[in-house]
């Protein structure tokens, strides 16, 4: 599979090969995150959340860790298909409203 | 499909002019949040109604309103537009209570000539 240590802005993925997006978040206080993908001309859309009393979640083909000692999240995709490629938004709360979006990570997997 | 519906999808229009963007939340969300997302400063808070009341506030403009009605649509209002103001403007609700994920839009894009 293919990591990112720190937060690049793109991420090349042979399909089939793992992914793994990483975010910085700022809050130390944020206590709930969210991992969203936005493709060209929609809107972002859910795709894994956890709180901050948890340190890694899975869902359907994706898993989030969180790292609350050095602020980071990670996206982990398993088995990347060319229906991954978009770009992926991490996302931080307090006290449960507006959402800090991080800066986006542009995932292209290859064929 | 979120179920969050927002209209128009584009709007094109003139400086110093005034726009009414809609948003239509998920069946039973009571909180509505709009963002503004632009190329060089990504996707920003701007305000969030529950229930028909102002909740939080964000990094909204003056020339900027919104209202959310009873029957929980909401309105962002930009008035007195300028250059800058292009952007995409995403609309999302979430359910009630804590730790609720917000759901997009697929937002409307603003562009002013």
């Known amino acids: 599979g293919e990591s990112v240590g720190l937060h690049l802005p793109t991420l090349s993925v042979q399909e089939g090969d793992n992914s793994i997006i990483n975010c910085a978040y700022s809050?130390?206080?944020?206590?709930?995150f969210i991992w969203y993908k936005q493709e060209s001309g929609k809107g972002p859309q859910f795709i894994i959340d956890i709180r901050s009393n948890m340190d890694k979640r899975q869902g359907q083909r994706v898993t989030v860790l969180l790292n609350k000692t050095v602020k980071h999240l990670s996206l982990q995709i398993a088995a990347t298909q060319p229906g991954d490629s978009a770009v992926y938004f991490c996302?931080?709360?307090?006290?449960?409203?507006?959402?800090?979006f991080g800066a986006g990570t542009t995932v292209t997997v290859r064929a | 499909d979120s179920g969050v519906t927002q209209t128009p999808k584009h709007l094109i229009t003139a400086t110093g002019q005034r726009v009414t963007l809609r948003c239509s939340p998920r069946?039973?969300?009571?909180?509505v949040y709009w963002y503004q997302q632009s190329l060089d400063q990504g996707l920003q808070f701007l305000i969030q109604y529950y229930n028909g009341e102002e909740r939080a506030k964000g990094n909204i403009l003056e020339r900027f309103s919104a209202q959310q009605f009873p029957d929980l649509h909401s309105e962002l209002n930009l008035s007195s537009l300028e250059l800058g103001d292009s952007a995409l403007y995403f609309c999302?609700?979430?359910?009630?209570?804590?730790?609720?994920?917000?759901?997009f839009g697929d937002g409307t894009r603003l562009s002013i000539l």
């Open positions: 069946s039973g969300d009571l909180s």
């Open positions: 996302a931080e709360s307090y006290n449960d409203y507006k959402l800090s």
């Open positions: 809050n130390s206080a944020s206590d709930y």
């Open positions: 999302a609700s979430s359910a009630q209570g804590a730790y609720q994920p917000q759901h």
